[in-house]
């Protein structure tokens, strides 16, 4: 049996809530977790209100937060609130089962704590807060809930998700839960972030496929330890609204509120259509935040104005609101635009050893310091030793950057051989030993046509004029003449350049 003694009264806020006068409740365990949410800006600490659980080896999940607790004194038990005032609380069973958290959070100062997480953070609104939100959840031993929304528009998870993937992955680290949100109905709208025209709508049947590879890829970089990790679809709470909900939740913000974010007005100026529905998509983003809770929300720059729709969303709906932690976009392969697979300037978290470690070679040196940063452990200080030219030799920093990578997604023992392999192939005019095989037709063929259909070339004329310039060799006797015929025989090594050759399978 769970008591709670508390006269509250009916508040304005968007969210359905069941309100309560001196009720006494049955036990909520087995159903759902009880949540008790102070009121906006409320100064009363959650231990003013009062539980008791029959089975306290089960207990409620309570929200925590720091900046909530201040002296009882100025609230009296069993208040009620006078017109116009905020409620004294409100209470709300929760969609998600309550369960005993298994890892305990660190015992870290928290300074270290802070420096840790906000390392390269573009920003944090605000460190003070999250600080006190540490303290409180390590003085209590009650995890926070770090939040990272994913809409599934495409089916690959990149270097650039990782980004942020990493960051949620720290606070699991600590102690914390991550609670990663696949934003399968947010998907059917488009994030028009960054946009300068509306996205392209997808079928529910298209973001099924896209988000059935999320977690496995996401898994590549989080803790999926039962009570680490929570995975939660948008549409539990977002396709289940009806209209009226829909309109309640629009009125909490304005048109010139939206309009005020970047990419709305740079649209507006440019006379550039934007779609209504484009303008729910912050407060779904945010309401995602009130519906799960969330205690911190991660996010890249360009998600800076959801997730703080978030934090008014919650601050309305009588929750504290999440600390914010903006993370920078990290740029692709060719060193200026934002990295993504639609630019083919990306790598994938489920790219081939022997692809990702090749692809990071091939960053400008200027990116090493940015990548060191947001995509290692790899301390500052050794970060500034190895991005100087003049201590550190380039190729051997990206060597190393490109090892440490691989082995996230691998092991060290993968990314050492990559690393060998890379040095035979590109430093000393090597082969590597897992050189591909091709099949060809029986018979004796023009050499610039098997160029082309062993892939080393993409058209016989292409074919003719690598011959013509040297770089072709057929088991290291070079081909100078462009009409050359041979009988292809197997086992045998076509080779173009350093780098591309082939065996005959």
Known sequence: ?????????????????????????????????????????????????????????????????????????????????????????????????????????????????????????????????????????????????????????????????????????????????????????????????????????????????????????????????????????????LGTMAFADVLKLAGQMTLQQMTKREDFATRLADETPIGLHELMYPLMQGWDSVNIHSDVELGGTDQTFNNLVGRDLQLAAGQPPQIVMV?????????????????????????????????????????????????TETPAEDITLLCDGKQTHPREAKARLARTIVAQFYDPATAQAESDLFDRVFRDGGLRDDIPAVQVPPGEIAVAALLKTAGLASSTSEARRLIEGGGVSINEEKIADPQARIDPKKGMLIRVGKRKAVRIE
């Open 327 to 375: 993370m920078p976009i990290l740029v692709g392969l060719d060193g200026t635009q934002k990295m993504s697979k639609s630019y083919g300037n990306y790598v994938g978290v489920n790219d081939a050893p022997k692809d990702m470690f090749g692809k990071l070679m091939s960053i400008p040196d200027a990116l090493m310091a940015n990548y060191y940063t947001l995509l």
């Open 1 to 237: 049996m769970a008591e709670i003694n508390r006269i509250v009264s009916k508040q304005n806020g968007p969210p359905p809530i069941s309100f309560v006068s001196s009720v006494r409740c049955r036990s909520v365990f087995d159903e759902g977790s009880f949540l008790l949410d102070p009121p906006p800006g409320s100064p009363f600490p959650i231990s003013d209100i009062h539980y008791r659980p029959t089975n306290p080896t089960r207990p409620a999940h309570l929200l925590q937060n720091q900046e909530l607790a201040a002296s009882q004194k100025s609230h009296r038990r069993g208040r009620v609130a006078r017109r116009g005032q905020t409620p004294a609380c409100v209470a709300r069973l929760a969609t998600s089962p309550a369960a005993p958290y298994p890892h305990p959070v660190s015992s870290i100062p928290v300074n270290q704590q802070v420096a840790e997480l906000t390392r390269g953070c573009e920003g944090v609104f605000s460190e003070k807060d999250l600080a006190n939100r540490l303290e409180f959840a390590a003085k209590n031993k009650k995890p926070l809930r770090a939040k990272l929304g994913m809409d599934p528009t495409a089916p690959d998870i990149h270097l650039g998700h990782a980004v942020v993937l990493r960051k949620l992955r720290q606070f699991q680290d600590l102690g914390h839960v991550a609670v990663l949100i696949i934003g399968d109905f947010t998907a059917r709208i488009g994030d028009p972030s960054g946009r300068s025209k509306t996205r392209p709508v997808l079928t529910p049947e298209q973001v099924d496929i896209n988000a059935a590879t999320y977690l496995t890829q996401a898994g590549k970089v989080l803790d999926t330890r039962p009570g680490k990790l929570e995975v939660r679809r948008n549409s539990e709470w």
